[in-house]
């Protein structure tokens, strides 16, 4: 454990950002970052965020004549997360500036670079099972949000696709009124990700896990459901987008059924959820894609006469409601 002090003996020519305006830290830190190699870590010293409250950033805030600029903690993790770092808890200098350390992710961690075969890239061994999205606030809130929607308690059959390990039907465990009474079907076409939902809710005689290929939907002959949910499922290369949202919605859905479906807008890297869809060759963020697949589901469900709602973060969940 380093004392502050020591702190400020090692890092004597720690850069001060108390009175740096962010159009000049934004450069600084990208071309310093750039230097560093993962899990190394650069700190910085900004004016403490606790000791002004109700003041938006950018404000001046006074302290023995000299004046610096106020800042959150929720900028400051958003630029960590913008620069792919994990901001790790400040220290306090003393009770006007702390220092803000940023550490480096490490981007070869993560289960989209990992190369298994195709089912099992999700598997009970794979990087991305070391994910609990439910322990994600910025993801569950809007779950939460998605179900109650819904109506849950009112859509007694279930059908979740790319079910994964369960973790969408243990949200609904938690928040149905009357759980015994709904019928759950999970689907994935990952064998061991089947199994292991299969042995965590095998108390649980209204859920039921079928390994499949989504593709393949019909072939299983399931009666359709009063609610559809896939979440980080249906842009998948292997499934054709549009082809498979109509197909749903004329085949495996009541007429007076609901759909909520996830698109993920972050990555995964080295234990963060990362803000922002990626896309292949670009180097930020870029989200035509979720928006072109969100925007056909929302035209697609209206002109089905459902009402679509948008909402969500890191996760953008759509949710539609049949008005029939
Ligand atoms: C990114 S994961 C999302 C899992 C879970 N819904 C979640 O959000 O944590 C995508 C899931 O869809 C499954 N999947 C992808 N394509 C599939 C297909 N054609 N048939 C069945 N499952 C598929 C994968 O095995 C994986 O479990």
């Given at each position: 454990?380093?004392?502050?002090?020591s702190i400020f003996k090692y890092n004597s020519f720690m850069q001060n950002?108390?009175?740096?305006?962010?159009?000049?830290?934004?450069?600084?830190?990208?071309t310093q970052l750039k230097k560093l190699s993962s899990k190394e870590s650069i700190s910085f010293k900004v004016l403490n965020p606790d000791y002004s409250s109700s003041t938006y950033n950018g404000n001046s805030v006074?302290?023995?004549?000299?004046?610096?600029?106020?800042?959150g903690y929720k900028t400051w993790l958003d630029l960590a997360q913008q620069f792919q770092c994990r901001m790790l808890t400040p220290l306090m200098?003393?009770?006007?500036?702390?220092?803000?350390k940023y550490e480096k992710l490490n981007s070869d961690v993560s289960f989209h670079k990992q190369s298994a075969d195709k089912e099992e890239k999700y598997g009970k061994d794979s990087i991305f099972s070391l994910i609990h999205k439910n322990e994600e606030a910025a993801y569950l809130y809007y779950y939460?949000?998605?179900?109650?929607?819904?109506?849950?308690?009112t859509r007694v059959r279930i059908l979740n696709l790319g079910i994964n390990s369960g973790d969408e039907f243990q949200a609904i465990i938690e928040v149905a009124e009357d759980f015994e009474s709904l019928e759950l079907v999970g689907i994935d076409y990952c064998s061991s990700a089947i199994e292991s939902a299969q042995e965590k809710f095998k108390e649980y005689t209204n859920i039921k896990f079928i390994q499949a290929d989504i593709n393949e939907l019909e072939k299983?002959?399931?009666?359709?459901?009063?609610?559809?949910?896939?979440?980080?499922?249906?842009?998948?290369?292997?499934?054709?987008?549009?082809?498979?949202?109509?197909?749903?919605?004329?085949?495996?859905?009541?007429?007076?059924?609901?759909?909520?479906?996830?698109?993920?807008?972050?990555?995964?890297?080295?234990?963060?959820?990362?803000?922002?869809?990626?896309?292949?060759?670009?180097?930020?963020?870029e989200m035509g894609l979720l928006y072109k697949d969100v925007i056909f589901s929302k035209k697609y469900l209206q002109q089905k006469k459902f009402r679509v709602t948008i909402t969500g973060k890191d996760y953008v969940f759509l949710m539609g409601t049949s008005i029939l």
């Open positions: 454990m380093h004392s502050i002090k950002f108390s009175q740096t305006p962010m159009i000049q830290i934004i450069p600084f830190l990208e006074i302290i023995d004549l000299h004046e610096y600029i106020y800042r200098v003393d009770e006007y500036f702390v220092i803000i939460l949000q998605a179900l109650k929607n819904v109506k849950i308690d299983l002959a399931l009666e359709k459901f009063d609610l559809i949910i896939s979440i980080g499922t249906l842009q998948s290369s292997n499934l054709e987008f549009n082809k498979l949202l109509m197909s749903l919605v004329q085949n495996q859905l009541k007429r007076s059924g609901a759909m909520i479906l996830g698109f993920p807008n972050c990555r995964w890297i080295d234990g963060e959820m990362v803000y922002g869809a990626r896309v292949k060759n670009y180097a930020f963020s």
